[in-house]
Structure formats: structure tokens, C-alpha cells
């Protein structure tokens, strides 16, 4: 593995696939992309997954795969927070891989910007210099308000 990450690591360019016989196949950009971020994060022993984009996912899969309970899924998707699709006329949901995927990114980055702005607040507010008292007490001032 560690010849092959360390092949994809030194050559931008696509390969060609080299059959058992001798015959050989260019490899597709994307398809060398993808391989090339597949040994990547095989190298860092990360464990990986190869979906088309367009699945659909139950709404046990997709609660999953955000790391919440099915029933807090079901509470996003009755407020309009996830696109999903109904199968027939059953009760049944389905939600795309793409639209999961971005609701978890878009709330990466907002939880990413709250965390940025209190960070940049406390330091404003000078309470990273501040000893254990001084937090108290601008954090019982900021309780009262």
C-alpha cells in the first residue's frame, strides 16, 4: 500500500490500468482522483466508503450517518431542514446521499463560525488572559444581563 501512496503522491498525471494479460487501459481523471484520495485515506488507516453520490438512504442510514437518533432525523425532515422523498404512498422516506452530505457539511460550518465568533468575543473581551476569578465574575455579569 505504501508503494502505491507513495506512486499516486509523486504523479498528478492518470495512469493506465494494466490488465493480466499485458493490455492496458487509461485510467479517467476522475477515476485517478478518486483512487489516488481511496489510498490516502487507507494509508492513514481511515476507514472508507464508495457511494454514488445520488443513493438514496433510509432514514435509519441517514441518521447514521449524521450521528443522530432516527427520531431527531424525522424532527429536521418535518421541518423542512433535509429534502427526502415519500415511496408511494407508504410512510417511508428516503433521503439522497448528496442532500445528507450537504446538511452535514453546511452545519459543520456553521458550528465552525459560532465556535470562531466566541472565540474571537472571549478574546475580545480579554478572558483568555484573564485567572479563573476574572471568568467568574464576567461570567456571572453576563448571566445577569
Not at 438514496?56 to 432525523?73: E, F, M, P
Request: glycine share 4%; proline share 5%; hydrophobic share 40%.
Amino acid at each position: 500500500m505504501m508503494q502505491l501512496a507513495n506512486f499516486l503522491e509523486h504523479h498528478s498525471a492518470p495512469a493506465v490500468l494494466l490488465g493480466p494479460d499485458g493490455e492496458q487501459v487509461p485510467l479517467p481523471l476522475p477515476a485517478y482522483e478518486a483512487l489516488k484520495q481511496v489510498v490516502a485515506a487507507m494509508e492513514r488507516g481511515a476507514s472508507i466508503s464508495l457511494e454514488p453520490i445520488d443513493r438514496q438512504l433510509t432514514t435509519q442510514q441517514a441518521a447514521a450517518l449524521l450521528g443522530i437518533s432516527r427520531n431527531t432525523l424525522v424532527r429536521l425532515l418535518d421541518e423542512h431542514e433535509l429534502p427526502f422523498e415519500r415511496l408511494g404512498e407508504s410512510r417511508h422516506r428516503r433521503l439522497r446521499l448528496h442532500d445528507v452530505l450537504a446538511y452535514r457539511d453546511r452545519k459543520r460550518e456553521e458550528r465552525r463560525s459560532r465556535l470562531d465568533e466566541m472565540t474571537r468575543q472571549a478574546n475580545d473581551d480579554g478572558l483568555y488572559d484573564a485567572d479563573a476569578s476574572t471568568y467568574a465574575e464576567a461570567l456571572r455579569r453576563a448571566r445577569s444581563q
